[in-house]
């Protein structure tokens, strides 16, 4: 990694990869988990395990922050009716006490209709 960053933004950007790469999505923990501790403590040894829950919560907050952005911005750019029809069209149930759920066979649909589309895609 590069010098001139210090320990704290060496760290950001790995425990960022290591969470969020779509490559080691499917690899086990305990392969993820040695690699987190080999960067520890080669990368930025001087880091407690403190100092990388803080900095984890940190990311928690960063992509809990930009989901919600998304979210205003899709709501913004469709607006309410649009938003309505989404919901409708996906099955989404939205009670204010627990999380919106979508259909996991709607999920699989779209994925097999997105799929399909760019199968059949010749580029024109």
């Known amino acids: 990694m590069p010098d001139d960053l210090t320990d704290r933004e060496k ?17 086990p923990t305990k392969y993820k988990e040695s690699m987190q501790f080999f960067f520890r ?14 900095i984890n919560l940190e990311l928690d907050r960063f992509l809990h922050d930009a989901e919600s952005q ?16 989404l919901k409708s069209m996906f099955r989404v149930k939205i009670d204010s006490d627990q ?17 399909s589309g760019v199968n059949n895609n010749d580029g024109t």
Request: cysteine-free; overall charge positive.
């Open 11 to 27: 760290a950001f950007v790995v425990q960022m990869l290591v969470r969020q790469s779509p490559r080691l999505a499917k690899v």
């Open 41 to 54: 403590e080669t990368v930025y040894p001087n880091l407690t395990p403190l100092d990388l829950s803080k």
């Open 70 to 85: 998304l979210q205003k911005g899709l709501l913004k750019s469709v607006g309410k009716q649009g938003f309505d029809k």
């Open 99 to 115: 999380e919106p759920e979508i259909d996991p066979n709607v999920i699989k649909e779209m994925e097999d209709k997105i799929r």
